[in-house]
């Protein structure tokens, strides 16, 4: 795996452990730096899940990048 790849899952593992501990705006940001480095990098199946993740959090809407 590569340095960016393995960034983007570090982002999305922690918005995850933010998303479990009710701190939505820092699992927001977590998300979204995470898909910002997943799609430099192409890697589809890990986007999908951390806009799955973004969508999912409390109040924000349907638009997801």
Sequence with gaps: ???K?????LYLELGTLYKATKASGKAQTCFSEA???LE???AKVF???ARK???SLPGSGKHVP
């Design 5 to 9: 790849c393995r960034e983007g899952l």
């Design 35 to 37: 898909i910002q480095i």
């Design 53 to 55: 993740e973004l969508a």
């Design 40 to 42: 430099e990098i192409d």
């Design 1 to 3: 795996i590569g340095a």
């Design 47 to 49: 986007l999908n899940q």
